[in-house]
């Protein structure tokens, strides 16, 4: 009895030692391979719907979630001087519409945006530390939190010159001399090769593994 109980404690030992090995062994090469981040985002160029004039909205048809071609007449703006059209600045998809048709409107009114959802790519925050390790043309590993089992790939197109602190709008500046040292982040931009048959939207989260230098 006493053996078998000692038999048993040694391989559970042994199973624990391989998992803590093998665990930091894993660790060990993600940190020697990769630099990641789970701070990113799906990003597109957002392009407001604004009304060319003023007057009355009419025949007002921009459904949210259509696409349309650039140039497409959305509907029409009677004013006292007449009717104009009001076009879609962009090809793309209409993500946001907040206007009804018979709605007076004043030029320079946003009434809805739209996003080129075949023109997104990934913003990734990563620490200044590891930023040296990142250049431009590197494979990134991206997995979309949206799609857990769906493995996506991308290259750096560019590295951002100042920190996400920083372009905030948030200075790292304090007036009673008292410093608090924060790691800031800098933001790396990646386009993906492939949609790989899903469909991605502005601001779904991210997470990323980019090949070092």
Do not use: C
């Not at 959802?117 to 990142?134: C, F, H, M, P, T």
Request: charged fraction near 10%; proline fraction near 4%; avoid cysteine.
């Amino acid at each position: 009895m006493a053996n078998a109980r000692s038999v048993s404690i040694s391989i559970i030992l042994i199973v624990a030692a391989v998992v803590i090995i093998g665990g930091g062994g894993w660790y060990v090469y993600q940190q020697q391979n990769y630099v990641s981040s789970g701070d990113a985002s799906v990003q597109g160029t957002i392009v407001p719907l604004t009304a060319p004039d003023d007057g009355v909205l009419v025949n007002w048809h921009a459904p949210q979630g259509g696409t349309v071609a650039k140039g497409t007449v959305l509907g029409q703006i009677s004013g006292l001087t007449g009717t104009s059209d009001f076009d879609a600045p962009i090809s793309g998809t209409i993500v946001q519409n907040y206007a009804v048709s018979q709605e007076v409107v004043v030029p320079g009114e946003t009434v809805g945006y739209m996003v080129n959802l075949n023109n997104l790519q990934i913003v990734a925050n990563v620490q200044e530390s590891e930023i040296n390790n990142v250049a431009v043309g590197k494979t990134v590993d991206v997995t979309i939190d949206a799609y857990p089992n769906t493995s996506f790939t991308g290259n750096v197109t560019q590295i951002g010159s100042a920190s996400s602190v920083i372009a905030g709008g948030v200075p790292n500046t304090n007036l009673n001399s008292n410093f608090n040292k924060v790691v800031q982040r800098i933001p790396v931009y990646i386009s993906l090769q492939g949609m790989e048959g899903k469909s991605l939207l502005p601001g779904m989260s991210a997470e990323v593994a980019i090949h070092r230098n």
